[in-house]
């Protein structure tokens, strides 16, 4: 059993309705766009957590 009630039959329905809405045909497209997606939401968050972190620790500062 996953958290907050889900079971793995849960996730075999939702499965089914995502390939019923989008198509087999459109899955892979849509895959690689969440993909893509992902890495450039990671790649923005990783630039704002460098653009607020000190260069280097300054000692007695």
Request: zero cysteines.
């Amino acid at each position: 059993m996953l958290r907050n009630g889900l079971e793995p039959w849960h996730l075999l329905i939702l499965a089914v309705i995502v390939v019923v809405v989008f198509g087999s045909k459109k899955l892979p497209d849509t895959a690689r766009a969440l993909g893509k997606s992902m890495r450039i939401l990671k790649s923005e968050a990783k630039a704002m957590k460098d653009e607020n972190a000190p260069d280097s620790p300054q000692p007695g500062r």
